[in-house]
Nanobody
Framework: QVQLVESGGGLVQAGGSLRLSCAAS????????EAWFRQGPGKEREFVAA????????YYTDSVKGRFTISRDNAKNTVTLQMNSLKPEDPAVYYC????????????????WGQGTLVTVSS
């Protein structure tokens, strides 16, 4: 069973930056994509960004385009979400996920999930 562990969450002022990382306990042969989702207070879990395993195509939800960047490090088996220009609407628990199929924007495509890391933005 693959375990995903997120880190890097915390409190930041609006306009600031945070860098989230997701470390996987092992490699999986059939991985198609890795992604970040988030769930704010009273909201449903929503897609944030994804990166495909082989070709490294990246996908973003519209509200974070130009501010967030997803990347992966094969050697370290980690996925990173660089978040810049954080806004008051960005606070949430951020989850990383790994899946074996598409579509990459759908939570149902992901087989493994981390426990989440909290991002708080002060105005």
């Amino acid at each position: 069973q693959v375990q995903l562990v997120e880190s890097g969450g915390g409190l930041v002022q609006a306009g600031g930056s945070l860098r989230l990382s997701c470390a996987a306990s092992e490699r999986t042969a059939n991985t198609f994509a890795e992604a970040w989702f988030r769930q704010g207070p009273g909201k449903e879990r929503e897609f944030v960004a994804a990166i495909t395993w082989v070709i490294r195509n990246t996908y973003y939800t519209d509200s974070v385009k130009g501010r967030f960047t997803i990347s992966r490090d094969n050697a370290k088996n980690t996925v990173t979400l660089q978040m810049n220009s954080l806004k008051p609407e960005d606070p949430a628990v951020y989850y990383c996920a790994r899946g074996s199929r598409g579509p990459v924007r759908e939570a149902r495509s992901y087989d493994y999930w981390g426990q989440g890391t909290l991002v708080t933005v002060s105005s």
